[in-house]
């Protein structure tokens, strides 16, 4: 139980296109999702907290319009990368609570990532 | 300062070797605590809670001392697939995770 998924895995693009990212709970539902990037040997930074039915709270340094995130549903979560630059080029990971889960309550679970290169 | 500060590594260590990793936090009203494992290019899995009253799972013990606001992993009995990259993570508050840059640690046969 508590997976979480991620399409795609992997985009290349050219500069100047925008990218959607999906994010989904497959066996659980989410009422808040939260949105990661890591760069080459960093740490993982939180970028926004995606709300269900309401709109993201994003950290300190993040565009807001440059990262687009909509949250339609209990079990998905986009993220949108718009005008993609190469400086753009990260790995992002989403990442969900399982409320219900009597065992795993306090636990985030991640979602494989996706790789985004931007050319 | 980093809000989770870690020696990056790498830790290159024999197989049945211990070792110990290290983690400082600098917000003094987090509440919880978590070490998770990162292997190459994927997503971070969680290895284990940290408790005040330390815990162990198997071969890995964490630890907590909130006054010195530090966090350890130690591994025993290591093993190839141990190798990975071990990351300290601290939920300030709101489910808001906070990640250390990771320690590598490399098992050789």
């Known amino acids: 139980g508590a997976v979480v998924s991620q399409h795609p895995s992997r985009v290349i693009c050219k500069s100047g296109t925008s990218v959607k990212i999906e994010c989904r709970s497959l066996?659980?539902?989410?009422?808040?999702m939260f949105w990661y990037r890591q760069f080459p040997k960093k740490s993982l930074m939180l970028m926004a907290t995606?709300?269900?039915?309401?709109?993201?709270?994003?950290e300190q340094g993040v565009e807001k319009d440059k990262f687009l995130i909509n949250h339609a549903s209990l079990t998905l979560s986009t993220l949108t990368v718009t005008s993609a630059h190469p400086e753009d080029s990260s790995f992002y990971i989403c990442?969900?609570?399982?409320?219900?889960?009597?065992?795993?309550?306090?636990?985030?679970?991640f979602g494989p990532g996706t790789r985004l290169t931007v050319l | 300062r980093k809000e989770v500060e870690q020696d990056p590594g790498p830790f290159n260590v024999p197989e049945g070797a211990t070792v110990a990793f290290n983690c400082t936090y600098s917000?003094?009203?987090?509440?919880?605590f978590f070490w998770y494992r990162q292997d190459c290019r994927k997503e971070p899995k969680l290895l284990m809670s940290?408790?005040?009253s330390g815990n162990e799972d198997g071969r890995f013990t964490a630890q907590l001392n909130r006054a010195s606001q530090y966090i350890s992993l130690l591994i025993r009995d290591s093993k190839l697939s141990d190798s990975a990259t071990y990351l300290c993570?601290?939920?300030?508050?709101?489910?808001?995770?906070?990640f250390g840059t990771g320690t590598r640690l490399l098992v050789s046969p």
């Open positions: 993570v601290v939920n300030t508050g709101f489910q808001k995770l906070v």
């Open positions: 995606s709300n269900e039915g309401s709109k993201a709270t994003y």
């Open positions: 940290v408790y005040s």
């Open positions: 990442s969900a609570r399982d409320l219900g889960g009597v065992l795993t309550y306090n636990e985030q679970f």
């Open positions: 917000n003094s009203a987090s509440q919880s």
């Open positions: 066996d659980f539902q989410a009422t808040t």
